[in-house]
């Protein structure tokens, strides 16, 4: 037996048995020496003992060739204090005696069992971490709450945490600010005008839901702007700029206010563009989507001058086919998504195809490094009918001119 850890109260000793490797703790103010059982590992299970408790006795570990941070090194149960006591005296009658943590949870589950995923139980940590400071019922709270969520038969009631006032108004920050996401935003928003509706004023009413407005716009389109740019700095296939499109064009492109659905409406035609969409007087434009480091010009030598790269003929031969088959189908088409998008409380939805635009987003201002380069570019994008080229960093700039905007609205 090996001594591993020695300090001035504890003593931590290992003992190798074959494949098993099992540790122990030491007190040395013990008078009798008696070694407790801290944990055995063999492969990459750790068996950890739990002592104390009512319920609990065994944590087991799958997946792991060393004890994670979230037990405690000495044996004494968690890291978190908070957790090690709900588990010794708060968790009586429950019908468990084990808890395994792994990253990947098994088919079969033991009834006697709890089975939880290490980052579960990290991130538990970190929300009891910041509470910390709150009374110690707000901790206890926060882990009772987290086993209903993954347990419901447990006999344990939901109870509300956000009842301390003065704390959550000591969080509402500029820190805070950073880390939320547009659905929390909208969530806070909420919260904002149900708290707004118990002045009898609609004008203060009124103002407050304004603001509100507001500021959800501002972190939506920062939230986008900053999204765009990581996207533009990995430079990422066409499928993943399709998504982000998909998902945000309606957002920072006011001129749209529907998307559609195109691959689904029966017209006949069997190529589609990246992305249909319809203004608000109910005209249809066609998106067609490359990479952003997609090739802009080739030049010729003999001439002296710029022109069309393989890539961006391409994209345009296939875009001129797309409004070409939309004016061919233009009745067709309109009367198919009419029938398919109407049900028996709404009409259906009406279109317009006269004189469909293309809009092709490809590449960017970085290639156009001469006034040569830019004033060819230039000749050539203004020189197609009913076809519209988009830099990506182009979109970028619209996207922070309509930050601004809204900043000083």
Not at 320 to 339: C, G, H, P, V
């Amino acid at each position: 037996m090996e001594v591993k850890i020695d300090t001035k109260k504890i003593q931590i000793l290992e003992e190798i048995s074959g494949t098993k490797t099992t540790y122990f703790r030491l007190l040395k103010e013990d008078e009798q020496q008696d070694l407790i059982k801290i944990y055995e590992k063999e492969g990459d299970k750790i068996t950890y003992f739990f002592y104390g408790g009512n319920s609990i006795k065994e944590i087991i570990l799958i997946g792991y060739t060393k004890l994670p941070n979230i037990l405690n090194l000495f044996g004494f149960g968690f890291e978190e204090k908070s957790m090690t006591n709900f588990f010794k005296y708060k968790f009586e009658n429950q019908g468990y005696d084990k808890i395994q943590i792994s990253d990947t949870l098994p088919r079969r589950k033991a009834k006697n069992t709890l089975y939880f995923k290490l980052d579960e139980l990290e991130d538990l940590k970190s929300r009891i971490f910041q509470e910390q400071r709150a009374c110690n019922d707000t901790k206890t709270i926060l882990v009772k709450n987290f086993l209903i969520e993954r347990y419901p038969n447990l006999s344990f009631d939901f109870q509300e945490t956000n009842n301390n006032k003065e704390l959550v108004l000591r969080n509402l920050n500029s820190k805070l600010i950073d880390k939320l996401t547009a659905e929390e935003v909208e969530k806070i928003g909420e919260f904002y005008v149900q708290a707004a509706k118990k002045y009898s004023r609609p004008d203060v009413v009124k103002r407050m839901t304004r603001g509100l407005q507001k500021n959800a716009q501002l972190l939506t389109l920062q939230e986008i702007i900053n999204k765009y740019e990581k996207l533009l700095k990995d430079n990422p296939k066409e499928s993943i700029w399709q998504e982000f499109f998909d998902e945000y064009i309606t957002l920072f492109d006011n001129r749209y206010y529907k998307k559609l659905d195109y691959k689904n409406i029966a017209t006949g035609i069997t190529k589609y563009p990246d992305l249909v969409l319809v203004d608000i007087y109910g005209y249809v434009d066609f998106y067609e989507l490359k990479k952003s480091s997609t090739p802009i010009l080739q030049y010729d030598k003999s001439h002296k001058t710029f022109y069309w790269s393989k890539d961006f003929s391409m994209v345009i031969a296939q875009v001129a086919d797309y409004l070409q088959k939309a004016k061919e189908n233009s009745l067709s088409y309109s009367k198919s998504i009419k029938e398919q998008t109407e049900d028996e409380n709404n009409d259906g939805f009406e279109i317009n195809i006269i004189n469909p635009r293309a809009i092709i987003v490809a590449g960017t201002t970085k290639e156009l490094n001469t006034k040569t380069k830019r004033n060819h570019f230039k000749n050539l994008r203004e020189s197609l009918k009913d076809i519209e080229f988009v830099l990506y960093d182009e979109l970028l700039e619209r996207l922070k001119n309509l930050l601004e905007t809204v900043k000083l609205e």
